[in-house]
């Protein structure tokens, strides 16, 4: 082998590496190019890609990775679609969301679960509750850290459906900190982002978190 990049040896261009925002990826995802890929994963780790139980398994991994990583062709509007008027001035929140998603450094999921609540505006405006759990997916549906995709389903929520306030709490437990690494399973990472009243009010994000932890 030369003294090359890996990558250069194998003649892979990059055309669109490091210059996507999240979101922003246009056209299907490659699989034949991720295909290749785990081909060479597997080679690499001293197996043959030709034998019975491996034959497949590229395409399947190139099909897995489209359907997990869907969300980078997503934006939050194409599912947070139905607004309906109520009277309610209320929280609404829905909890124990499931959600898998994939450690940006080690592309192995992390998952657990989701807990999504709002104060609908003066408008009384609310949404469809399961367009929250589809918003939960279009960012969990990506590499990710857990804090980035709890702030961003808290702006998204806040910017689409103009709600007076949003609370998003996460719980997850990571893969790569319990099968590997520190190997800790069971441990859980918490993270949360509160967004307007949420944020300036005490009481009201006090009441939102009895809602979510008071009867556990
Ligand atoms: N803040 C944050 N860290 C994460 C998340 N997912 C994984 N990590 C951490 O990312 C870090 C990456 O650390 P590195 O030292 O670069 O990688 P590493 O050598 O594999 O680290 P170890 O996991 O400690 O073996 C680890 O501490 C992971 O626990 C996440 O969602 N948020
Ligand atoms: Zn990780």
Same mark, same amino acid.
């Given at each position: *082998?030369?003294?090359?990049?890996?990558?250069?040896? &194998?003649?892979?261009?990059?055309?669109?590496?490091?210059?996507?925002?999240?979101?922003?990826?246009?056209?299907?995802?490659?699989?034949?190019?991720?295909? !290749?890929?785990?081909?060479?994963?597997?080679?690499?780790?001293?197996?043959?890609?030709?034998?019975?139980?491996?034959?497949?398994?590229?395409?399947?991994?190139?099909?897995?990775?489209? @359907?997990?990583?869907?969300?980078?062709?997503?934006?939050?509007?194409?599912?947070?679609? #139905?607004? &309906?008027?109520?009277?309610?001035?209320?929280?609404?929140?829905?909890?124990?969301? @499931?959600?898998?998603?994939?450690?940006? !450094? !080690?592309?192995?999921?992390? &998952?657990?679960?989701?807990?999504?609540?709002?104060?609908?505006? @003066?408008?009384?405006?609310?949404?469809?509750?399961?367009?929250?759990?589809?918003?939960?997916?279009?960012?969990?549906?990506?590499?990710?850290?857990?804090?980035? *995709?709890?702030?961003?389903?808290?702006? /998204?929520?806040?910017?689409?459906?103009?709600?007076?306030?949003?609370?998003?709490?996460?719980?997850? @437990?990571?893969?790569? *900190?319990?099968?590997?690494?520190?190997?800790?399973?069971?441990?859980? #990472?918490? #993270?949360?982002?509160?967004?307007?009243?949420?944020?300036?009010?005490?009481? #009201?994000? /006090?009441?939102? *978190?009895?809602?979510?932890?008071?009867?556990?």
């Amino acid at each position: *082998m030369s003294d090359k990049p890996v990558a250069d040896q &194998f003649e892979l261009d990059r055309p669109q590496a490091g210059r996507l925002s999240p979101g922003s990826a246009t056209g299907p995802v490659d699989q034949a190019r991720i295909e !290749h890929a785990v081909r060479e994963i597997l080679i690499a780790v001293g197996e043959d890609p030709e034998r019975d139980g491996l034959a497949d398994t590229p395409a399947r991994v190139a099909r897995m990775y489209a @359907e997990q990583f869907a969300g980078l062709r997503q934006r939050p509007e194409d599912v947070l679609t #139905t607004v &309906f008027d109520s009277e309610h001035d209320e929280i609404v929140l829905v909890r124990d969301i @499931e959600i898998y998603s994939m450690c940006e !450094h !080690h592309l192995v999921p992390f &998952f657990g679960k989701a807990h999504i609540g709002y104060i609908p505006n @003066e408008k009384g405006e609310i949404t469809g509750l399961s367009k929250l759990a589809r918003l939960a997916d279009v960012y969990a549906r990506r590499p990710q850290v857990q804090e980035r *995709m709890t702030c961003q389903i808290a702006d /998204a929520l806040m910017r689409i459906i103009e709600p007076r306030g949003v609370l998003v709490v996460l719980e997850c @437990e990571h893969l790569c *900190m319990s099968m590997r690494g520190v190997r800790k399973p069971g441990a859980k #990472t918490v #993270t949360s982002a509160v967004r307007g009243i949420f944020r300036k009010e005490a009481r #009201t994000r /006090a009441e939102a *978190m009895s809602l979510l932890f008071g009867n556990r």
